[in-house]
């Protein structure tokens, strides 16, 4: 076998690949599926409007913001 020929192989199989997850992701049967998990984003969280805020929830916040800057300044 010579490159020509491992290349065209190679060709046909991407192709095939390509084909079977273009039929996977178009097909009728997971569009629902699709349809549910594109609207997530948009979805109302219910649960975080009946959760009250603890005490130590603001502290907590203060500490992710200072360890985020560390590491800003370490990429610096």
Known sequence: ???GTLG????VLVAVAFAGVCWWAFSPRRKKRFDEAANLPFADDDD??????????GEQNNQADHHAGD??????
């Open 1 to 3: 076998m010579d490159q």
């Open 8 to 11: 065209a192989i190679a060709t």
């Open 71 to 76: 590491e800003t300044d370490r990429r610096n």
């Open 48 to 57: 975080s409007d009946l959760k009250e805020e603890s005490p130590n929830s």
